[in-house]
């Protein structure tokens, strides 16, 4: 019999208000993944990181799919996302790593 599982899962108080971001920053080693959720704000030159979420490759490969399928669901409902800024040559701003970043940096 293929039964689902279900886990309660509790939210503080704190949790619930949220953590708006507008730009990630994703790093991996061979173990993990680190992704820094950070906020930039015009005319200033510093981000700040406001989470720092820190998970295997399984994880994240699993993390991604199921991102991916609510973008699905979500534009079914309410139409495609469009990406603002967005050039041949890639995105402009948002969530990105940095020019100077290496991929797969530890930081």
């Not at 990181?49 to 309410?78: C, D, G, W």
Request: proline share 6%; hydrophobic share 35%.
């Amino acid at each position: 019999m293929n039964r689902e599982r279900q886990i309660n899962v509790e939210l503080g108080e704190k949790e619930a208000e949220g953590i708006y971001s507008n730009l990630a920053l994703i790093t991996h080693s061979p173990a993990e993944f680190v992704i820094d959720f950070t906020r930039m704000v015009p005319g200033v030159p510093k981000a700040k990181v406001y989470a720092r979420i820190i998970m295997t490759p399984q994880h994240a490969k699993s993390f991604l799919r199921a991102l991916q399928e609510n973008i699905e669901k979500y534009e079914k409902q309410f139409g495609e996302i469009k990406l603002f800024g967005e050039s041949a040559e890639g995105r402009s701003f948002g969530f990105k790593p940095p020019a100077n970043e290496q991929e797969g940096s530890e930081q």
